[in-house]
């Protein structure tokens, strides 16, 4: 129901309780359950209305970040334009591409990697991906913690370019501040996608012990 009042409201600008009831064929406390979660999460706001002789009453609207929720076909453009970057003939210009396409996602992405030593900026790293709902774990292992990501965050165009691991891993080193290796990848068929740091995999080199959890 939620998805329903988002998309009312793109429509509507502002509507009261009853009205989202009347227009969903709900209960009113149906309505004020939803509500509830959309302002938690910060997708909606809540007005006082006042006009005629009746009592003020309360209106809500969509806020900045809910009014960004809209449109669903961003996956799509993704693509396309990956696809585009794919086509570029000559490799020194696809590379510097890639590279500049990766220091604008780290600098988004900065301001929540922020500690002071690469293992706090790997941890921070494990915990944005989390609050994007990206299974990751993050793992002991040599001189520095390993990134294990149990799912990719860019499913569609890995299926059609696997250099988007590339990408990923440019991003997570511009974050930790030193080179990072795809020791493990789910397109080769390992459980996860392991990023570390160089010098903790030439610590490991020779150990055999799975690093993906069952």
């Known amino acids: 129901m939620s998805v329903e009042i988002l998309d009312l409201l793109r429509k509507r600008d502002r509507m009261t309780v009853s009205e989202f009831a009347g227009a ?7 309505v ?4 509830q979660r959309l302002l938690a999460e910060d997708l909606i706001d809540r007005v006082t209305a006042r006009g005629g002789r009746g ?3 309360h209106e809500y609207r969509l806020t900045e970040k809910g009014r960004r929720t809209g ?5 799509d453009l993704a693509v396309a334009l990956w696809m585009e970057l794919k086509d570029i003939t000559v490799p020194e210009v696809r590379r510097g591409l890639l590279q500049r396409l990766a220091t604008r996602l780290a600098d988004s ?19 944005l991906l989390e609050a ?20 990719c965050p860019y499913p569609d165009l890995a299926e059609r370019d696997r250099s988007i691991c590339s990408l990923e891993r440019m991003v997570f080193s511009e974050l930790v501040g030193e ?14 996608c392991t990023f570390a740091a160089a010098r ?5 080199d020779g150990d055999s012990t799975p690093n993906c959890p069952n």
Do not use: K, W
């Not at 004020?32 to 509500?35: A, I, K, S, V």
């Not at 992405?109 to 915990?127: A, K, L, T």
């Not at 994007?132 to 149990?150: K, M």
């Not at 903790?200 to 490991?204: D, G, I, Q, R, Y």
């Open 179 to 192: 080179p990072l290796r795809l020791s493990q990848c789910r397109l080769d068929g390992d459980g996860c």
């Open 71 to 75: 449109g669903n076909n961003f996956a």
């Open 132 to 151: 994007r709902e990206i299974p990751v774990q993050i793992r002991e292992q040599g001189a520095l913690p390993v990134i294990d990501a149990l799912a």
């Open 55 to 57: 009592r003020p009453h």
């Open 200 to 204: 903790s995999v030439a610590e490991t």
């Open 24 to 30: 969903l064929r709900v209960t009113a406390t149906a």
């Open 32 to 35: 004020r359950q939803q509500l």
């Open 109 to 127: 992405y900065r301001p929540s990697v922020q500690g002071s030593r690469p293992e706090q900026r790997i941890r921070q790293i494990g915990s």
